[in-house]
């Protein structure tokens, strides 16, 4: 069962003179990075020339016996996944999916999810795992542009509405089969000791990133091996300052997102170290886990981490294997940071980073951080600002930051025009966000381009106002989102959730406080909702539409913030 080879390239085919591999479905994969630049990240070790499975079999001759996976269902050695992963990568040959292939996977976080994608990296097949949420619309549109050849779906009602595309061959779901879809699991053929294995071309698609982005229907982002167990795993090795140390991580996003990605093609393939996950995240629970396993990180968005730092001490609690935990996802409120120091006596590094191909982080800084994001690693992503015109500004100068390195994406998928206007011709990565570098090289991230409220034809910043909102004792978290107005277009409200234990403030306290904060009065939020619990996305992030929603049905005006 050997597979085909999984890369078929052709040069020129995007009129840019830069290798195109291609999928078996015809999908056109071009990677916008010249080439002798990933050589040379290739040649200085930055990046290893192999492929994510033979770097996963590695680890299982390393050490079969140490702990791989831990889950909702219990404990996976190295030896017992790869018998899992060797299992369902024939189911899928069987099925006639072959290197080339698109695979999609909209799995909950635990050894399924993590055995399928290692499964798809095993048959040379490029895998798209889903987020969760999204509607029937969103699946269709992923599965449409990728052209995907087969998908692992969590149930029947989700089969139903994509078993008509054309281009999906087979479809499959958790245990035994519904209607038209074949069980993951019912049955059991039998895998060989040594099932035969023609690696991957490093170069070629491994993971396929989805983006929730502003587009009308998700960004996706395809990463080559070597961006993910390359670029993508040293941001994570930064973190590691004892490399004697098998790494544990237990991973409370969705393995599916972009921050998610550390999981399987990084944690278990590249590092060979423990992934420890919740299907559902649940604060309490994931102390627990804390407590058993042992983790040495915990990475988490800041909503999850307000909400393990609100949780009372317990008098036998043990978090003492926890060496720092990891936030990304959005941006870290001061309050939240500190609320997390005093309640495990570990630092925050906050990773500043999307599916796109962008990263910084604070891990390793010397300085104090004050409001940077942290110095940007070459060996995993340079960082330059640019101006409208394109061209690179000068230090402590305010444009748009741009990215490129061994992590930096291929392409966006099927999509020339997502690459056209967030890709430049030498393959850097338009983020769309603000940003600056100061005298010391640290980078300091303002908010988006284009996250901002017009109101009466004035520019604020969102993420400004959000962040010195965070400063007051009494918010534990706060977000800013437009409202609609007849006269002045758009009217700023802030959404905030009290501290625990304190009064609930006022909308006159907050504006007051950003007054004395140097906030100009035209940048004061004209409206206040105040929340007990943030709504959540998919993804565990802060769901700004929700808020925007509630915030035009249930608002408190302020009737003395001045026009």
């Not at 437009?482 to 304190?502: F, I, K, M, S, Y």
Request: hydrophobic share 40%; proline share 9%; with cysteine.
């Amino acid at each position: 069962m050997t597979a085909a080879p999984a890369t078929q390239e052709t040069t020129g085919a995007t009129g840019t003179g830069r290798p195109v591999w291609t999928s078996r479905a015809g999908v056109p994969f071009p990677d916008l990075v010249p080439r002798d630049r990933r050589r040379a990240w290739v040649a200085a070790g930055v990046c290893p020339d192999t492929d994510l499975f033979s770097l996963f079999t590695a680890h299982v001759r390393e050490h079969s016996d140490r702990e791989a996976l831990v889950d909702d269902a219990g404990v996976l050695s190295y030896a017992a996944l790869d018998t899992e992963v060797r299992r369902i990568a024939t189911v899928f040959e069987q099925a006639g999916l072959r290197a080339g292939d698109v695979v999609a996977l909209r799995l909950p976080n635990g050894r399924d999810a993590v055995a399928a994608e290692l499964a798809v990296y095993a048959i040379g097949a490029v895998a798209l795992p889903l987020p969760p949420g999204g509607d029937d619309r969103d699946l269709r549109a992923l599965l449409t542009r990728s052209r995907a050849r087969g998908a692992v779906l969590t149930g029947a009602p989700q089969t139903r509405g994509v078993v008509d595309l054309p281009h999906l061959q087979t479809l499959f779901v958790p245990g035994p089969g519904e209607g038209r879809a074949q069980g993951l699991h019912a049955t059991r053929p039998p895998a060989s000791r040594r099932r035969p294995h023609r690696p991957a071309d490093p170069y070629g698609p491994a993971r396929i990133l989805v983006s929730s982005g502003t587009e009308a229907e998700p960004k996706m982002v395809a990463y080559s091996h070597h961006a993910l167990a390359g670029g993508r795993a040293r941001y994570v090795r930064a973190l590691h300052p004892d490399s004697s140390v098998p790494p544990r991580h237990l991973v409370l996003v969705p393995l599916a997102s972009s921050f998610g990605s550390l999981g399987t093609p990084v944690t278990l393939a590249t590092l060979g170290g423990t992934l420890i996950v919740q299907s559902v995240f649940d604060a309490e629970d994931a102390l627990r886990l804390v407590a058993e396993h042992r983790p040495t990180h915990l990475f988490a968005v800041p909503t999850m981490l307000r909400r393990l730092a609100d949780l009372p001490s317990q008098a036998d609690e043990d978090t003492s294997s926890l060496r720092v935990l990891v936030s990304s996802g959005a941006a870290l409120p001061a309050a939240t940071a500190d609320a997390c120091l005093r309640r495990f006596a570990r630092p925050v590094v906050t990773v500043y980073g999307s599916s796109d191909g962008v990263n910084c982080h604070t891990a390793g800084e010397c300085l104090p951080p004050g409001d940077s994001v942290g110095t940007p690693d070459p060996t995993v992503a340079r960082i330059r600002i640019t101006g409208p015109d394109g061209t690179s500004l000068a230090t402590g100068h305010t444009g748009q930051i741009e990215a490129r390195g061994p992590m930096t994406p291929m392409c966006y998928v099927n999509a020339p025009e997502l690459d056209a206007r967030y890709r430049t011709s030498e393959g850097w990565v338009r983020t769309g966000d603000l940003g600056r570098l100061d005298e010391h090289g640290r980078l300091h991230v303002l908010g988006r381009l284009k996250r901002i409220v017009i109101r009466g034809g004035l520019n604020i910043s969102l993420a400004e106002v959000e962040r010195e909102l965070g400063s007051h004792p009494a918010v534990a978290e706060a977000v800013c989102v437009p409202v609609p107005d007849p006269t002045l277009g758009e009217r700023l409200c802030a959404c905030v959730r009290p501290a625990p234990g304190t009064p609930t403030p006022t909308l006159s306290d907050l504006t007051t406080h950003l007054l004395n904060r140097g906030l100009a009065r035209r940048k004061l939020p004209e409206l206040l909702l105040v929340v007990q619990e943030m709504p959540l996305g998919p993804t565990g992030k802060i769901c700004h539409r929700t808020l925007a929603a509630r915030a035009s049905r249930h608002r408190v005006p302020d009737r003395s913030a001045g026009g």
